[in-house]
């Protein structure tokens, strides 16, 4: 990544300078004071800010070259102005796109952006620029490339569109999805379906790869898929139908276990903690949650119709995933609180328990899930409440992940300006320009990380379908599944 | 593996053939143009479809619009009196050597499949009635050619340029409870007159679409359902919108108009998309329509949808297998390695987990029962209007010392044309289509086209005097203004001033005359020293000498005579004045 851009810092060498400005110039004067050795450090720091800046300059394009933000103020508005100008049909992009960014760096060459100027433009900053965001795929460019099923296609627009939103559920409809393909799949004549079907597949998984990425449950599935379609290879003399009817087993079975069972299980042991009379704390929306609230409040009516426990549900701007729960929630019959999450340390007193779900568990036990959810761990174990978190092993990665910042996802920011019941109407793009009033355009970076990471020792227990685990258990049972899937 | 993957593609890509089926095909249907007046009646009369609009025929616009979004099956309902000119025409323009890829099928009205119940019946109701057929037993005619959700769009429509197929059908792909996505659009005023006045209701935050009332007919009061406030009280009303006929829908509710008699449909925009409307939020309806349009365990994606986060657990069809604790629950999965015995079939295995992921508690039949209240479908709406003229000229532009830059804008915004949806199913719309595309020849940006225009206009004229090396097939005495479109073949005499006219293939303008603002289609004839003013003159017209001819519309074939005053008039062969 650095080798490359460095070739391509000599050639333009105005650009190459811009992004220097904040860093080389402390050490400018030093230098006079003549520290040789720092000097050096130096050198290699500005080489590589003129690598950033060079990524940048490719990025801003030939004309904006001026966009730095101290050294003329014109120059910064003309380029703001003309980008605006240029991109004004994709609405939203323009409002914050000349912001004096003294660097816009691409994103690693090998992400292939679908299309659309928008999010990127706006979230594009020094810290955020590598994440991946959710844009609006071109469904006609993929339909007429003529590679994708059509419910691929349809998947990849209900994904990126926050209908199918959560792991679970974007992983079942990936799987599932997967699942019709093969079914439709006639392997040609002169091929091998083990070897025809995952290049077959790869330009679909490419292409949900950029309507959202797949997270790490996801991850695990495709190579689970992978793995099984190589294993036909090693079984030898099958019909193809045969090897399809295997497959599209293989994959009915994969969900019902890895999912669907496990989240029985899960609810079957983590209802086991709540007790009658507990006050329960959820964040956000998840699946595994709601139903382990629900299934403990049905048996708790079933053995005592006196008994039961409340909830309070957390939530947080600008999804508001909490609201679905509650209602699911309420209208089982559970007394439920629904808070916003600045009011949780007040609520956090008569709180019995925190139950989290999550996207992903990282094999240092952090918990990679919904934003806020750290902020909600902390204060819980500030509070002396215990934080269990309810994942199943499918979504146990192997990396380690120190950060929300190395790894994220940028969201949509279309409603984080505006209040939730004013949303953009017809097709006609919700520009920024409009809702901020025009207030600011230029120096106004909204920005929406989907996800958070909760350390480890923020986190009393692990709930997964084969137990309540410590979250260092974590390479443990990935070392056990490993073997298993 | 890998490398093995590696290898194989070199030589697998190119042998890899294109996935061939696809979510949406397009059903476009063709009518006679009952509101074209004079170009309707009379000999020769050309379909709706190919009206010329700078001498490319309307439904050029739509199927390229089709196209543009990806879709690939394309079916054209056409009645037979056209069906000729029509096939024609589209397997001209797109052959498969232009097209590869696309499927286009041209049938005939009359070729559908027979109506199930009372043949007899329904050709006593064709010859009795209107003696044409509603679309919507056209559509249920053709139901077995409709294999896939399908977008029904009209053959007269011209897109604005915001608002790609594409973005209707993300539209309907992202809402999976969505049966119907219809478009409706803000009209422009000149056409505002010519179109039904309707009154709508609907749902700016969830964009449902409520109500569709024709303002015709209607009495003094306004009647609306407590059912349909309460369950939407944000819910607006509106008359300035009107049907784009442009409806995005789901398979099934071709199933929901075979349960219909035949003869109680009529028309898909009058009669049945109201109907589906009103469905969508009046529970009874709804209900009973439901198992038909959402027929259980079609969607692949409804036990993902049952998981998702975003999904509403109160109005969705989904959620109700969301808790779905089964009694087998205390049942310990094993994880299993390998998948199980050859005996139990793939769709047996996806049945299975699919049911238990079903099965509803009896303790949660109380809440089951409450969830059938939920309808699990609504029609959804797509509104279009021209994007205002841009505002950030206006905003404060951050710092000053751009203004310069801002100059400029202004001076682009100037010439700003609101796009609007325009479609040529009445004179009005047909002028006003003419008149966008005669714009588009004069703006500021196609000035270069128009540079180059003229020069192939030169071009077409010099290789015509060397290929006949006689006249010269424009007299470069005459005047042509480069907001003027001139079709190939056509003779221009000397002196003739041509301005801001749109003039077909093989026409004839003879010496001296003036035409402004005109459109003339295909081989007409205009005689020496006629003057022609905002008029449209069809194909094989004919206008005599010194005639004075003035915001006139004549149909196929119509002449008239030799020095005719003629002002305000709409004619069709044969007819006099």
Same mark, same amino acid.
């Given at each position: 990544?650095?080798?490359?851009?460095?070739?391509?810092?000599?050639?333009?060498?105005?650009?190459?300078?811009?992004?220097?400005?904040?860093?080389?110039?402390?050490?400018?004067?030093?230098?006079?004071?003549?520290?040789?050795?720092?000097?050096?450090?130096?050198?290699?720091?500005?080489?590589?800010?003129?690598?950033?800046?060079?990524?940048?300059?490719?990025?801003?394009?030939?004309?904006?070259?001026?966009?730095?933000?101290?050294?003329?103020?014109?120059?910064?508005?003309?380029?703001?102005?003309?980008?605006?100008?240029?991109?004004?049909?994709?609405?939203?992009?323009?409002?914050?796109?000349?912001?004096?960014?003294?660097?816009?760096?691409?994103?690693?060459?090998?992400?292939?952006?679908?299309?659309?100027?928008?999010?990127?433009?706006?979230?594009?900053?020094?810290?955020?620029?590598?994440?991946?965001?959710?844009?609006?795929?071109?469904?006609?460019?993929?339909?007429?490339?003529?590679?994708?099923?059509?419910?691929?296609?349809?998947?990849?627009?209900?994904?990126?569109?926050?209908?199918?939103?959560?792991?679970?559920?974007?992983?079942?409809?990936?799987?599932?999805?997967?699942?019709?393909?093969?079914?439709?799949?006639?392997?040609?004549?002169?091929?091998?379906?083990?070897?025809?079907?995952?290049?077959?597949?790869?330009?679909?998984?490419?292409?949900?790869?950029?309507?959202?990425?797949?997270?790490?449950?996801?991850?695990?599935?495709?190579?689970?898929?992978?793995?099984?379609?190589?294993?036909?290879?090693?079984?030898?003399?099958?019909?193809?139908?045969?090897?399809?009817?295997?497959?599209?087993?293989?994959?009915?079975?994969?969900?019902?276990?890895?999912?669907?069972?496990?989240?029985?299980?899960?609810?079957?042991?983590?209802?086991?903690?709540?007790?009658?009379?507990?006050?329960?704390?959820?964040?956000?929306?998840?699946?595994?949650?709601?139903?382990?609230?629900?299934?403990?409040?049905?048996?708790?009516?079933?053995?005592?119709?006196?008994?039961?426990?409340?909830?309070?549900?957390?939530?947080?701007?600008?999804?508001?995933?909490?609201?679905?729960?509650?209602?699911?929630?309420?209208?089982?019959?559970?007394?439920?609180?629904?808070?916003?999450?600045?009011?949780?340390?007040?609520?956090?007193?008569?709180?019995?328990?925190?139950?989290?779900?999550?996207?992903?568990?990282?094999?240092?036990?952090?918990?990679?899930?919904?934003?806020?959810?750290?902020?909600?761990?902390?204060?819980?174990?500030?509070?002396?409440?215990?934080?269990?978190?309810?994942?199943?092993?499918?979504?146990?990665?192997?990396?380690?992940?120190?950060?929300?910042?190395?790894?994220?996802?940028?969201?949509?920011?279309?409603?984080?300006?505006?209040?939730?019941?004013?949303?953009?109407?017809?097709?006609?793009?919700?520009?920024?320009?409009?809702?901020?009033?025009?207030?600011?355009?230029?120096?106004?970076?909204?920005?929406?990380?989907?996800?958070?990471?909760?350390?480890?020792?923020?986190?009393?227990?692990?709930?997964?379908?084969?137990?309540?685990?410590?979250?260092?258990?974590?390479?443990?049972?990935?070392?056990?599944?490993?073997?298993?899937? | 593996?890998?490398?093995?993957?590696?290898?194989?593609?070199?030589?697998?890509?190119?042998?890899?053939?294109?996935?061939?089926?696809?979510?949406?095909?397009?059903?476009?249907?063709?009518?006679?143009?009952?509101?074209?007046?004079?170009?309707?009646?009379?000999?020769?009369?050309?379909?709706?479809?190919?009206?010329?609009?700078?001498?490319?025929?309307?439904?050029?616009?739509?199927?390229?619009?089709?196209?543009?979004?990806?879709?690939?099956?394309?079916?054209?309902?056409?009645?037979?009196?056209?069906?000729?000119?029509?096939?024609?025409?589209? /397997?001209?323009?797109?052959?498969?050597?232009?097209?590869?890829?696309?499927?286009?099928?041209?049938?005939?009205?009359?070729?559908?499949?027979?109506?199930?119940?009372?043949?007899?019946?329904?050709?006593?109701?064709?010859?009795?009635?209107?003696?044409?057929?509603?679309?919507?037993?056209?559509?249920?005619?053709?139901?077995?050619?409709?294999?896939?959700?399908?977008?029904?769009?009209?053959?007269?429509?011209?897109?604005?340029?915001?608002?790609?197929?594409?973005?209707?059908?993300?539209?309907?792909?992202?809402?999976?409870? /969505?049966? &119907?996505?219809?478009?409706?659009?803000?009209? /422009?005023?000149?056409?505002?007159?010519?179109?039904?006045?309707?009154?709508?209701?609907?749902?700016?935050?969830?964009?449902?679409?409520?109500?569709?009332?024709?303002?015709?007919?209607?009495?003094?009061?306004?009647?609306?359902?407590?059912?349909?406030?309460?369950?939407?009280?944000?819910?607006?009303?509106?008359?300035?919108?009107?049907?784009?006929?442009?409806?995005?829908?789901?398979?099934?509710?071709?199933?929901?108009?075979?349960?219909?008699?035949?003869?109680?449909?009529?028309?898909?925009?009058?009669?049945?998309?109201?109907?589906?409307?009103?469905?969508?939020?009046?529970?009874?309806?709804?209900?009973?329509?439901?198992?038909?349009?959402?027929?259980?365990?079609?969607?692949?994606?409804?036990?993902?949808?049952?998981?998702?986060?975003?999904?509403?657990?109160?109005?969705?069809?989904?959620?109700?297998?969301?808790?779905?604790?089964?009694?087998?629950?205390?049942?310990?999965?094993?994880?299993?390695?390998?998948?199980?015995?050859?005996?139990?079939?793939?769709?047996?295995?996806?049945?299975?987990?699919?049911?238990?992921?079903?099965?509803?508690?009896?303790?949660?039949?109380?809440?089951?029962?409450?969830?059938?209240?939920?309808?699990?479908?609504?029609?959804?709406?797509?509104?279009?209007?021209?994007?205002?003229?841009?505002?950030?000229?206006?905003?404060?532009?951050?710092?000053?010392?751009?203004?310069?830059?801002?100059?400029?804008?202004?001076?682009?915004?100037?010439?700003?044309?609101?796009?609007?949806?325009?479609?040529?199913?009445?004179?009005?719309?047909?002028?006003?289509?003419?008149?966008?595309?005669?714009?588009?020849?004069?703006?500021?940006?196609?000035?270069?086209?128009?540079?180059?225009?003229?020069?192939?206009?030169?071009?077409?004229?010099?290789?015509?005097?060397?290929?006949?090396?006689? &006249?010269?097939?424009?007299?470069?005495?005459?005047?042509?203004?480069?907001?003027?479109?001139?079709?190939?073949?056509?003779?221009?005499?000397?002196?003739?001033?041509?301005?801001?006219?749109?003039?077909?293939?093989?026409?004839?303008?003879?010496?001296?005359?003036?035409?402004?603002?005109?459109?003339?289609?295909?081989?007409?004839?205009?005689?020496?020293?006629?003057?022609?003013?905002?008029?449209?003159?069809?194909?094989?017209?004919?206008?005599?000498?010194?005639?004075?001819?003035?915001?006139?519309?004549?149909?196929?074939?119509?002449?008239?005579?030799?020095?005719?005053?003629?002002?305000?008039?709409?004619?069709?062969?044969?007819?006099?004045?």
């Amino acid at each position: 990544m650095v080798a490359e851009p460095i070739t391509e810092s000599s050639k333009p060498p105005t650009q190459g300078k811009q992004p220097k400005q904040p860093k080389p110039q402390n050490p400018k004067p030093e230098k006079g004071g003549g520290e040789k050795v720092k000097s050096a450090k130096d050198l290699k720091k500005e080489k590589r800010a003129a690598a950033v800046a060079a990524r940048g300059g490719e990025n801003a394009g030939a004309g904006h070259e001026g966009g730095r933000p101290t050294l003329s103020v014109t120059n910064t508005g003309a380029a703001g102005e003309s980008r605006q100008a240029s991109f004004a049909p994709s609405g939203s992009a323009s409002a914050s796109a000349g912001g004096p960014g003294p660097s816009k760096p691409q994103r690693p060459a090998h992400f292939s952006e679908p299309s659309g100027l928008s999010l990127s433009n706006i979230q594009q900053n020094l810290f955020f620029s590598h994440l991946p965001h959710q844009d609006f795929p071109d469904t006609s460019a993929a339909l007429i490339n003529g590679k994708l099923h059509p419910l691929i296609v349809r998947l990849g627009v209900l994904m990126s569109s926050g209908q199918l939103r959560g792991a679970n559920a974007r992983t079942m409809g990936m799987m599932s999805a997967f699942r019709e393909v093969i079914r439709d799949y006639e392997c040609p004549d002169q091929a091998v379906l083990w070897k025809d079907l995952p290049i077959y597949l790869s330009p679909m998984i490419a292409w949900l790869e950029g309507c959202r990425p797949k997270g790490v449950g996801g991850g695990n599935a495709i190579r689970w898929l992978k793995s099984e379609i190589n294993r036909l290879g090693e079984q030898g003399d099958r019909s193809e139908a045969e090897q399809k009817d295997y497959l599209v087993e293989a994959i009915g079975l994969y969900l019902r276990d890895r999912i669907e069972f496990a989240d029985k299980v899960i609810a079957d042991n983590a209802k086991e903690k709540i007790r009658n009379g507990d006050t329960v704390v959820t964040y956000a929306r998840s699946s595994v949650v709601e139903r382990v609230l629900l299934e403990a409040h049905r048996d708790m009516k079933v053995s005592d119709p006196e008994a039961g426990f409340k909830v309070v549900v957390v939530d947080s701007r600008p999804l508001l995933e909490g609201r679905q729960s509650l209602e699911a929630l309420s209208s089982a019959g559970i007394p439920c609180t629904y808070i916003l999450l600045p009011l949780l340390s007040s609520i956090l007193p008569q709180a019995d328990l925190v139950l989290l779900g999550g996207s992903a568990l990282h094999s240092d036990g952090a918990l990679y899930s919904r934003s806020g959810t750290a902020i909600v761990s902390m204060l819980a174990k500030e509070h002396r409440v215990p934080v269990v978190a309810c994942v199943e092993t499918y979504k146990f990665g192997e990396k380690v992940v120190l950060d929300g910042v190395a790894t994220n996802e940028l969201g949509s920011v279309d409603n984080l300006l505006s209040i939730p019941n004013n949303l953009s109407f017809g097709i006609k793009p919700n520009d920024l320009s409009s809702t901020t009033g025009g207030v600011g355009k230029h120096n106004l970076t909204p920005l929406h990380l989907v996800y958070d990471v909760t350390p480890p020792s923020l986190i009393t227990a692990v709930c997964t379908e084969i137990g309540f685990i410590p979250p260092s258990s974590v390479p443990t049972v990935l070392g056990k599944s490993s073997s298993v899937v | 593996m890998s490398t093995s993957v590696m290898f194989d593609q070199s030589q697998g890509v190119s042998k890899r053939r294109a996935v061939d089926n696809q979510d949406f095909m397009a059903v476009i249907l063709v009518g006679y143009g009952e509101n074209l007046y004079p170009f309707n009646q009379g000999t020769n009369v050309v379909s709706k479809a190919l009206l010329p609009i700078g001498n490319v025929p309307v439904i050029n616009s739509v199927i390229d619009w089709v196209l543009a979004a990806g879709l690939r099956d394309v079916l054209i309902i056409v009645p037979p009196s056209f069906y000729t000119s029509l096939a024609e025409h589209v /397997t001209e323009h797109y052959s498969m050597a232009t097209h590869p890829k696309a499927r286009i099928d041209i049938k005939r009205t009359t070729e559908g499949e027979k109506d199930d119940e009372g043949d007899e019946d329904s050709e006593l109701g064709v010859k009795g009635g209107t003696g044409r057929e509603g679309t919507a037993r056209l559509v249920r005619r053709f139901k077995n050619w409709i294999r896939t959700d399908f977008v029904l769009l009209p053959c007269d429509l011209s897109p604005p340029s915001s608002l790609s197929l594409t973005s209707i059908l993300d539209k309907h792909r992202s809402s999976p409870d /969505t049966v &119907l996505t219809s478009v409706f659009y803000e009209p /422009t005023e000149s056409v505002k007159d010519g179109e039904e006045k309707v009154l709508v209701a609907l749902d700016k935050d969830t964009s449902e679409l409520l109500l569709i009332q024709p303002l015709e007919g209607m009495e003094d009061d306004l009647e609306l359902r407590m059912a349909l406030i309460s369950s939407h009280p944000t819910l607006s009303l509106t008359t300035r919108l009107s049907d784009a006929h442009i409806y995005v829908l789901r398979r099934t509710v071709l199933d929901l108009l075979s349960t219909r008699r035949s003869k109680d449909l009529d028309s898909m925009r009058e009669q049945v998309i109201p109907w589906l409307i009103k469905g969508g939020w009046q529970k009874g309806l709804g209900r009973r329509w439901a198992p038909i349009l959402n027929p259980p365990r079609k969607d692949p994606f409804a036990a993902a949808l049952a998981r998702s986060t975003s999904t509403n657990p109160s109005s969705s069809p989904y959620s109700t297998l969301s808790p779905g604790s089964s009694p087998t629950s205390d049942h310990i999965p094993l994880p299993r390695s390998i998948p199980g015995s050859a005996s139990r079939s793939g769709s047996g295995s996806q049945v299975d987990s699919l049911q238990n992921s079903m099965i509803i508690d009896p303790e949660e039949d109380v809440k089951a029962s409450i969830k059938k209240d939920v309808v699990g479908w609504k029609c959804k709406v797509l509104v279009t209007a021209p994007q205002p003229p841009p505002v950030e000229s206006q905003q404060p532009s951050g710092k000053g010392g751009n203004k310069q830059g801002q100059g400029k804008d202004k001076g682009l915004q100037n010439v700003y044309e609101p796009d609007y949806l325009i479609r040529a199913n009445s004179l009005a719309g047909y002028w006003e289509l003419n008149r966008k595309f005669i714009k588009t020849l004069s703006t500021s940006s196609g000035a270069l086209n128009n540079l180059s225009n003229i020069s192939q206009n030169k071009q077409i004229q010099q290789s015509l005097e060397d290929a006949t090396g006689t &006249l010269p097939a424009i007299s470069p005495q005459s005047q042509i203004s480069p907001d003027s479109l001139i079709g190939e073949g056509t003779r221009v005499g000397e002196r003739a001033s041509i301005k801001k006219c749109i003039i077909g293939r093989h026409c004839n303008i003879g010496k001296n005359a003036k035409l402004t603002g005109c459109v003339l289609w295909d081989f007409v004839t205009v005689e020496e020293n006629a003057r022609i003013e905002n008029t449209i003159i069809c194909s094989n017209g004919r206008i005599g000498e010194k005639s004075q001819i003035k915001d006139c519309e004549f149909g196929t074939g119509f002449e008239a005579k030799p020095g005719a005053i003629l002002k305000g008039e709409r004619l069709v062969a044969g007819q006099e004045a």
